[in-house]
């Protein structure tokens, strides 16, 4: 049963408000993609504006040259007729309802009487306006033949001798230019998208090579927890290298710290122990009641005193473990001692499957006392043989102890964690060894878990995190 504990959430409590937490790379990304995405959606209005004034000047610029041309190879002789010299030089003047028309009329003429017109015009009129002057060029809107829009440039004109006031009218189809913007605008459209999909992707790898170097750490982090390594490396850029320098700075004024507590743990254990053993010496030398009494007491507070003392070592150094320690190593030379001790039982280690070495992320004093209790624990109840094996699993190690003893029953597995507890007060010991593993193991997050050995016997499966390997040294 494994005795890893959880915390369950509380359904009626109310969750915590956590302020939400902004990302940079949104942050950067979203402010470039609206900054770019505004100044294309502008520079393109900008651009499409000025292409459509300059385009209007160029076909008021072509109706003006049309319009004098008209007026140029015209004259009159004095009454209300024209007479051209020629005709006009653009064949679409010819051709009916092409949308290029010409038209010379007079104020008494609004019923198509005496009309100067194009051939393109065939049996209709512009509409003109005499009520406005054209002294000037003057440029309107009208719509002429089967419901074209036209751009008309008009001027009266006086020739000498006459009295009659001409109306020089020249008008062409806009269908012309509104064909030049519909395709400058899809141009503008497809190649300002190419572009602010382009400068988005710069902004995307501009940002993720700024950021990278927070990656970075966040990596080298992760390391120095896992156990790789002990320091960050000193190869960040500039503006980021004193944050560096802070944090190893605080890493080993960390280690100082720990390395502290264990001598003043050491230096307490120390303390106590002689006036314990003073106690204990007493006690041996004045039997009776009072004495057996003292004796075990002073026994309890020893056992007591080695096993807290353990675990504020453990506690004062577990959230910055840097260390690592070889399993193969540690479970080899347990074996070897208690193959010694007991010289009845047989020990094996079943080699690792991939022959690749597996670390544990801590201590290896730690490491040494888990398994330690664990195979001389089976060591007691084993017939003839105690087997021990080892196993990475993803970010964690596996460390089974199997032997062909009588086992546990299965409701009786949780109370042989508890301190003291003996399921046999026959056989020697203290009742505190598979308690110290369990102990131990929860401060490193691991468990410890007892199972059904097959044929039959005891299988103490003991979980604990895996260090990570080592790629490269600290320059």
Same mark, same amino acid.
């Given at each position: 049963m494994s005795i890893y504990h959880s915390k369950q959430p509380n359904k009626n409590a109310e969750p915590d408000r956590l302020p939400r937490k902004r990302s940079l790379w949104f942050r950067l990304l979203s402010f470039s993609a609206v900054w770019t995405l505004f100044a294309l959606i502008f520079g393109g209005y900008l651009l499409s504006l000025t292409f459509k004034e300059t385009i209007e000047d160029n076909f008021d610029e072509r109706l003006t040259g049309l319009l004098e041309n008209l007026i140029g190879i015209s004259s009159s002789n004095g009454d209300n007729r024209i007479t051209f010299y020629r005709t006009m030089a653009d064949s679409r003047f010819d051709q009916p309802y092409s949308g290029w028309y010409w038209q010379v009329s007079t104020p008494k003429?609004?019923?198509?009487?005496?009309?100067? $017109?194009? !051939?393109?015009?065939?049996?209709?009129?512009?509409?003109?306006?005499?009520?406005?002057?054209?002294? !000037?060029?003057?440029?309107?809107?009208?719509?002429?033949?089967?419901?074209?829009?036209?751009?008309?440039?008009?001027?009266?004109?006086?020739?000498?001798?006459?009295?009659v006031i001409f109306r020089f009218s020249v008008a062409i189809d806009r269908s012309e230019i509104r064909a030049h913007f519909?395709?400058?605008?899809?141009?503008?459209?497809?190649?300002? *998208?190419?572009? *602010?999909? *382009?400068?988005?992707?710069?902004?995307?790898?501009?940002?993720?090579?700024?950021?990278?170097?927070?990656?970075?750490?966040?990596?080298?982090?992760?390391?120095?927890?896992?156990? /790789?390594?002990?320091?960050l490396p000193e190869d960040f850029p500039t503006e980021i290298q004193p944050l560096v320098d802070e944090m190893n700075a605080l890493l080993d004024h960390n280690n100082q710290i720990v390395d502290r507590s264990r001598t003043q743990v050491g230096n307490l254990a120390h303390a106590l122990k002689t006036p314990l053993a003073v106690i204990m010496n007493e006690a041996e030398l004045?039997?009776?009641?009072?004495?057996?009494?003292?004796?075990?007491?002073? #026994?309890?507070? $020893?056992?007591?005193?080695?096993?807290?003392l353990r675990r504020a070592r453990v506690a004062a150094n577990i959230k910055t473990i840097t260390?690592?320690? #070889?399993?193969?190593?540690?479970?080899?030379?347990?074996?070897?001692?208690?193959? $010694?001790?007991?010289?009845?039982?047989?020990?094996?280690?079943?080699?690792?499957?991939?022959?690749?070495?597996?670390?544990?992320?801590?201590?290896?004093?730690?490491?040494? /006392?888990?398994?330690g209790n664990l195979v001389?624990?089976?060591?007691?109840?084993?017939?003839?043989?105690?087997?021990?094996?080892?196993? $990475?699993?993803?970010?964690?190690?596996?460390?089974?102890?199997?032997?062909?003893?009588?086992?546990?029953?299965?409701?009786?597995?949780?109370?042989?964690?508890?301190?003291?507890?003996?399921?046999? /007060?026959?056989?020697?010991?203290?009742?505190?060894?598979?308690?110290?593993?369990?102990?131990?193991?929860?401060?490193?997050?691991?468990?410890?878990?007892?199972?059904?050995?097959?044929?039959?016997?005891?299988?103490?499966r003991l979980t604990l995190p895996a260090a990570a390997m080592r790629t490269s040294p600290r320059h």
């Open positions: 003429q609004q019923q198509d009487q005496g009309v100067f $017109r194009s !051939r393109s015009l065939w049996d209709q009129s512009l509409k003109i306006d005499f009520s406005k002057s054209a002294t !000037r060029i003057r440029f309107s809107m009208i719509t002429g033949p089967e419901n074209q829009q036209l751009r008309m440039a008009e001027k009266d004109i006086v020739f000498p001798g006459s009295p519909k395709r400058f605008d899809n141009i503008l459209i497809y190649s300002l *998208g190419a572009l *602010g999909f *382009g400068l988005i992707a710069l902004s995307f790898l501009q940002v993720y090579l700024g950021l990278k170097p927070l990656g970075n750490i966040r990596h080298s982090l992760s390391r120095i927890r896992t156990g /790789e390594t002990a320091h004045h039997q009776g009641q009072l004495s057996d009494v003292v004796q075990r007491q002073s #026994e309890i507070m $020893r056992r007591q005193l080695a096993h807290y260390s690592r320690t #070889e399993v193969m190593a540690v479970l080899t030379n347990i074996c070897r001692v208690m193959a $010694r001790i007991h010289k009845n039982r047989q020990f094996s280690i079943m080699p690792i499957a991939d022959q690749a070495p597996v670390f544990f992320r801590g201590e290896r004093q730690d490491l040494e /006392e888990m398994v001389e624990n089976a060591a007691k109840w084993a017939t003839d043989k105690v087997t021990v094996s080892c196993r $990475r699993q993803g970010k964690q190690i596996i460390i089974e102890v199997a032997d062909d003893g009588p086992g546990i029953d299965k409701p009786a597995r949780d109370s042989v964690f508890m301190r003291g507890e003996r399921l046999d /007060e026959n056989t020697p010991g203290t009742g505190l060894g598979l308690s110290i593993v369990k102990d131990l193991s929860g401060l490193y997050d691991g468990t410890i878990t007892l199972l059904d050995n097959n044929p039959h016997g005891l299988l103490a």
